[in-house]
């Protein structure tokens, strides 16, 4: 059996992640749902929102796996900057589809917030691993 790269367990720990928290979000109560719609509790788990999330949080991390390489990935901070601007126009794109969203949407806006966040990190820990690079090639 072949040995996991650090990698894939990083890109494995976030799918878990991300999918374990849309999975609980399905347990918290729809605010819409409670206070506008008057549909009295207990709300049924809306197992077809968490699974279509569950999809488009695999698909989205699938891209940016695919984006970023990360077998070849070496001081890489433009596919870092590219996957980080694709993750911020789609969780723009999903927090101004919010309003009288059930939480699994709202949980699956978050964890794009977050990806966005890591990947800007990304992004600026490999523009300056390179930029340190290149000046010390230019000084020797």
């Given at each position: 059996?072949?040995?996991?790269?650090?990698?894939?367990?990083?890109?494995?720990?976030?799918?878990?992640?991300?999918?374990?928290?849309?999975?609980?979000?399905?347990?918290?109560?729809?605010?819409?749902?409670?206070?506008?719609?008057?549909?009295?509790?207990?709300?049924?788990?809306?197992?077809?929102g968490v699974l279509s999330t569950s999809l488009m949080l695999t698909f989205e991390l699938g891209f940016v796996r695919a984006v970023l390489r990360p077998a070849s990935y070496a001081r890489s901070w433009w596919r870092a900057l590219c996957a980080a601007v694709v993750t911020a126009i789609a969780s723009l794109d999903s927090f101004l589809s919010l309003m009288h969203a059930p939480p699994c949407l709202a949980t699956h806006c978050l964890v794009l917030m977050c990806l966005t966040v890591g990947l800007f990190g990304l992004f600026l820990a490999s523009a300056v691993a390179a930029l340190r690079s290149r000046l010390a090639q230019a000084q020797n």
């Open positions: 059996m072949a040995k996991l790269s650090l990698a894939h367990k990083i890109f494995a720990a976030l799918w878990l992640a991300g999918i374990a928290a849309l999975v609980t979000s399905g347990f918290a109560v729809d605010g819409y749902k409670l206070y506008v719609a008057r549909i009295p509790l207990p709300h049924p788990y809306p197992l077809g």
